[in-house]
């Protein structure tokens, strides 16, 4: 299979063969106006479900599974991680099981999930930081429960977020950061000695910084600033312009610089429905605005999710920090694959070919016309049949 475009990194037009699963040469051709760009395939830290699925569903199959990951071509993304939220002990260790299954019956699943994310139970009961999650089921960590909820997954979660605020959270920290799972702060009303003690404790990532949090907070010192500040931390950004303004986006990046931040969608399960209320399995009552914000039902201040891919995040990145594609490609797919420790595709011969084609209008997401996994074309917009 060959495949051509521009470069992601340097803008150079390329022809790109593929074999096996792997780039097998690269060759410089002349340049076209109708060249797509050409990146690895974006990865999605933190997908809640799609088309109407939620994962934190009592009743999700595999198959909805399957059908969950294979609509992931069609936005670039190769690889997710499949995001449950805070729940009951039942319904988690129903979805881990379901979704372990899922990878281990399917090879479709399992070549597009290299683990999973499971946001919550262990975060903040208060409104504003507690998000959409439900408050009858946050909870202070229980390490005994985490160990049952890693074994239902197979020992696929890969990042668990959690709040520190909570007695005893550094140890959880440090034993969870001993099984190799990646601890981010998120969904947190933790004071300053509270998120230092977390991050030497090992945790090394910011779920959705500058989301669940206060309507209102004191100026300095605040967790926003204590996690902004610390090199150590890694920051996930939702930049699908509901969920932060561009100037919070610009300062955030600049503050962490690109190096230090990757772009999530943080997709619910609602995602592409028309606006109206809707009854989800995992938070209840939810409602789509016209503007395709989906919020708490009865009122707009609390996000409940998104409903924009990561493609928003891409371009959305540029126009509100001015960096270049090289750098928003970082943020999307190498950063977000170094983190769950995955060998993170390059343009360059013997690389896992998993890349995706694209193109970047003036407005709106970046428009994906193929998606390459492991080789295969998954993904093809010029196929009207798909
Ligand atoms: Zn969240």
Known sequence: MQVRGRRFDDGTSVSVAIGEGVITDITPVTGDANDPWLAPGFVDLQVNGYGGQEFNDLDLTTDQVVRVSLAMDADGVTSYLPTATTHSFEMLSSTMKILAAACEESPEVARRVPGFHLE??????????????????????????????QEAAGGRIRILTLSPEYDGSAEFIAKAVVKGVLVAIGHTAANSDQIRAAVDAGASMSTHLGNAAHGQIRRHPNYIWDQLADDRLVASLIVDGHHLPSSVVKSFVRGKTPERCVLVSDLVGMAGMPPGQYTNTSIGSIEILDDGKIVVAGQQQYLAGAGLPITYGVANIMRYTDCDLRTAIEMASIR???????????????????????????????????TINQGELVFDASDTTD
């Open 120 to 149: 919550g139970p262990y975060i903040s009961k208060q409104d504003g930081p507690r998000g959409a999650h439900p408050l009858d089921h946050c909870r202070p960590p229980d390490w005994d429960e985490f160990q049952r909820l």
């Open 336 to 370: 977000p694959a170094e983190l769950i420790r995955q060998t993170p595709t390059q343009l360059a011969v013997g690389s896992r070919a998993d890349f995706v084609a694209f193109d970047l209008p003036d407005t709106g997401p970046a428009t994906v016309r193929q």
